[in-house]
């Protein structure tokens, strides 16, 4: 039998009811929106953090030792916790997402970085919420609104607008790993999304790195640094904030939000993460905002908003032998 869902809605049929854990667990509770505010803030911080650290260290070491310490956290947590390892079809899944999140996201922003100001990149990196559902249209089949693609349409035109104002018809080359950055983000959050709907957030991001974890050994091994241990203190710092918090406690925290409370409730959340990265980007690096910035976040925010509002359903396959009066 084929039901349509609109958001996190219960299910009905004739007299029968059932209402999904993410969205009981939602009602009347806040604390989710607090756990994904937590996970976001992670989020944010990575591109001033990854400005700091690139002067000390090169994009391709960053890339590598920022995947060695999540793995050595995930294996940590994996040894207190003991759960069975993934399946072969979750390992394809994971390995996938693996290489978009922990090399092509890191990867691409740090190139970016190195020519672009961190609250530049966080404008067009706004638009990734949209990005996020256009995957989830065309790999798990959900069905939106012409409405959502209007707001998608703009949101996208804003940024571009965005980047020939203030780097001229000329892109950069920061642009193009910035808007490279957010395709892998995208892709990825997708990808594992559909592992954290059987598994906990914290098992999905732990196997991730722990899979990826050779490669990342391997970059780091390449690209190690000479006098690693003399390096200033801020790059050493920013270095460690990058593995610990933005690659594996940002992920834990968000994952568990969006189980907890859903995602059509929860992913509003990801609306300020624009202007957290300002926020970090203004205290951490002393850049300014200018009037097109600011302009600009707050554009391309009210479009994710208002497409993420637009109507969408999603046809769920409903196992009889699970429904119960």
């Known amino acids: 039998m084929l039901v349509v869902m609109r958001d ?4 009905t049929n004739s007299n029968l009811t059932v209402s999904s854990p993410a969205s009981r667990s939602a009602d009347g509770h806040v604390w989710p929106y607090g756990v994904a505010l937590i996970g976001i803030s992670c ?3 990575t591109l001033p953090v ?22 050595c956290l995930g294996g940590l947590v994996l040894l207190i916790w003991r759960r069975p390892p993934p399946t072969t079809s979750e390992r394809r899944d994971l390995t ?7 090399f092509g996201f890191p990867g691409c922003i740090a190139l970016a970085m190195q020519s672009v100001p961190a609250t530049h990149g966080a404008v067009v990196l706004g638009i990734l919420p949209l990005m996020t559902l256009m995957w989830a249209r065309i790999l798990l089949g959900e069905i939106r609104s012409w409405a959502f693609w209007g707001w998608s349409s703009l949101g996208g035109s804003i940024v571009i607008a965005f980047i020939v104002w203030t780097e001229g018809i000329q892109w950069a080359f920061g642009d193009l790993w910035v808007l490279c950055a957010g395709v892998c983000a995208s ?11 059987a598994r906990p957030g914290w098992w999905v991001i732990s196997w991730m790195v722990i899979l990826m974890l050779p490669l990342s050994l391997l970059i780091s091994v390449l690209w190690w640094p000479p006098f690693f241990w003399a390096r200033p203190l801020t790059s050493l710092s920013a ?3 990058l593995g610990l918090i933005s690659m594996y406690l940002g992920f834990v925290a968000w994952n568990s939000a969006l189980s907890a409370g859903g995602i059509g409730r929860i992913g509003q959340v990801q609306l300020l993460q624009v202007f957290i990265t300002l926020g970090f980007s203004t205290w951490l690096l002393g850049e300014s905002l200018a009037w ?10 009210l479009c994710v908003m208002m497409g993420r509002r637009a109507e969408w359903v999603r046809a ?7 429904v119960t009066s």
């Open 8 to 11: 996190q809605s219960p299910v």
């Open 43 to 45: 989020f944010a911080i």
């Open 50 to 71: 990854t400005v700091i650290a690139l002067e000390d260290f090169s994009s391709a070491f960053i890339t590598g030792f920022r995947g060695v310490l999540a793995a």
């Open 96 to 102: 996938l997402s693996g290489l978009l999140l922990v």
């Open 187 to 197: 892709l990825g959050y997708v990808l594992s999304n559909r592992r954290t709907q």
């Open 239 to 241: 270095l460690v904030s």
């Open 292 to 301: 097109p910035v600011i302009s600009a976040a707050c554009a391309v925010t």
């Open 316 to 322: 769920v396959p409903v196992d009889r032998s699970r």
